[in-house]
């Protein structure tokens, strides 16, 4: 896969591009009452260029920006929507997910990139109270549904178009 675009060499980001759509996904999260509850869902996230950034003439990054929208599919109500950037920087092979949601919650997540023949593995964390790679939330979100960390492995075959399936994200 050719990964330069209007001159700029977005690397694996390239492999992210397009839209995904996905029908099987399964939310478990607790109620009110802290019991599970599990409601089907359907997600699109689309993936756009967002062009190459420097820091201090040193640092030089490529980003792609997005937006995950995820609805319930007994109702088609939007539970979960998602704004954000993956950012590479070739130099040191550093990848970066930037994540909004509106309940309140920004994640800076930073890692690695592995690749093998036919899959690339992006995973990155964020831990709360990180300096470097962290979680800022809201007073409320702290009080009532705090999130402690976040780790998202993303594993995409090189040889697939976009796949329903890729996206595997952890909270805690």
Request: with cysteine.
């Amino acid at each position: 896969m050719n990964s330069i675009i209007d001159g700029v060499d977005y690397g694996p980001l390239t492999q992210l591009l397009g839209k995904w759509i996905g029908t099987r996904g399964l939310d478990t999260a607790p109620d009110i009452n802290a019991d599970p509850d599990k409601s089907a869902f359907a997600d699109e996230i689309t993936f756009t260029i967002s062009g190459p950034a420097e820091n201090a003439e040193e640092q030089h990054l490529v980003s792609v920006k997005y937006h995950h929208v995820v609805r319930k599919q007994e109702n088609g109500l939007i539970f979960h929507n998602q704004i954000g950037h993956w950012i590479y920087e070739a130099a040191t092979g550093l990848v970066m997910h930037s994540l909004t949601i509106p309940r309140a919650v920004c994640v800076l997540a930073g890692g690695t990139i592995e690749t093998s023949d036919d899959e690339t593995i992006f995973d990155v964390k964020a831990i709360a109270g990180s300096e470097t790679f962290g979680i800022i939330q809201s007073p409320f979100m702290l009080e009532k549904a705090k999130t402690k960390a976040f780790h998202m492995r993303m594993c995409i075959n090189v040889n697939a178009t976009p796949n329903p399936q890729i996206f595997a994200a952890e909270l805690n």
